[in-house]
């Protein structure tokens, strides 16, 4: 979230890698342009310094400017249940340290926009994606019930399912059928004191007057927030989730 959270993630999340001897890292970017998309160069800026894999939601399209990347680079997905024809493309198979990885992008549809079934979408990808690696899901969504389902939905068939979008870290990590690792919602890498990463005035003012209010990303207190989800490299089956919140120490 904003640029205080894009140097916690560079500071903590890219070393995590090496130190923790991780093998891929899924970072969601749907709001590290001043909260509102990625950019061109933040994409890039993150590929480089060792994600594997970017993920968006409802913010795809804000920097209308990314929408050639998105055509162009496979790592970077966006929902795959946007309407046929949205620029980009939503789910990869990525080469990684420990072999193929599949990454699967969903969006909800309680309180939020009409995008078509994500149940029905994530059927439809997983009988074309490669058969016996490891398969993580992305539902990003607003409603824990709607995320607690598709967890449901797709254990024993997928590594995991792990929610995002609310910005708010849930205490639900667990396996699903023992087989799927589960979180509703990954949290945020971004400032804790804010009204979900913003500052709080202008959202404060909104709730309390109606009026329009420019929102900025706040830059106090941050902190990464995230999952760490292990699993066998040959038929995905997850054997464990721990939930990641590490302060970043100044920005
Ligand atoms: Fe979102």
Redesign the pocket.
Known sequence: MGSAGRQAFLDLAIPMKRERKVDMIIVNG?NSAAGKGISTKIAKQFLEAGADVITL???TYDQREVMGFLNEESRIIRPANFAPGCPGHGFVTVETGAGRVNVVSLIGRVFMNPYDCPFRKADQILAQLPKNIPTFVEI?AEATSEKVAMGHYLAGRVTAVVG??THVQTSDNRLLKDHTAYLTDAGMTGSKDSIIGCEKDAVLKRFLTGLPARFEPAKEDCSLEGAIITCESHGGKATAIERVRIPHPAV
Request: glycine share 14%; aromatic share 0%; charged share 30%.
């Open positions: 749907e939601g409802d913010h990003h995002t979008h």
